[in-house]
């Protein structure tokens, strides 16, 4: 017993600092990459972060105008991942639009479903529309959050849409790659996963105006006022002039209207409400 003492405190003083080690060199790599890439295009930090990840990097692909990195994606030439969160509660037009998108690359997208046992026990305790009585984060957290935890834990990078213009409230300061401050990747714990945000900079107006010079498909909701594309209960079309985020959870509170799947964009206070979601 006594040799045993001397090897556990031996070999814990020796893990520690070496994860720590690790997640600094990862986030001093995102810093200095975030820099290089400030005035980089879309296609080239898409073709960087696929170059450096390979097969353990995915785009996570909404059903919206993200589809523009799926574009960005192809353009590289390089074998691209494409996962999408089937919540249950999508617009039919947006199953639609995964089948079109699927047909026009080539692709299969992997998609990612909820426990089913979990959605089984919110939905036969509070009903089908809880999120109206008592807020978005619980079914968010079951049908979005986990199966996202789930889809990035077999993953080291993944590629979001995000962009600053979405929402000045909580994305006003997304870098192009930065360590993802929420999730887990692969090798596990925080600081193991690097999060792409390749349009981070880009208008919105240049999102479409890229959409339609190489001819890509679009969600058919969108010619329906939508700009915002979720799920079908939680999502509204916007009037000219208003913010896409106002048709999103519109009966709640405006810094509450991060699904959790972006919740390191909101800052401290902000995220105390969020509490539970990610
Ligand atoms: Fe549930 Fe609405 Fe969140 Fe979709 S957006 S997971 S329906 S609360």
Redesign the pocket.
Known sequence: PKRNDSIVPLAATIAAPEVVEKEKVEAEDCEQLAKSLVNASPLEIMDKALEKFGNDIAIAFSGAEDVALIEYARLTGRPFRVFSLD?G?LNPETYQFFDTVEKHYGIRIEYMFPDSVEVQALVRSKGLFS?YEDG?QE??RV??VRPLRRALKGLRAWITGQRKDQSPGTRSEIPVVQVDPVFEGLDGGIGSLVKWNPVANVDGRDIWNFLRAMNVPVNSLHSQGYISI??E??TRPVLPGQHEREGRWWWEDAKAKE?GLHKGNIKQEDAAQLNGSG
């Open positions: 919540t509660r999120f978005h079914c968010c049908r979005k979720g799920c209960p939680c699904c």
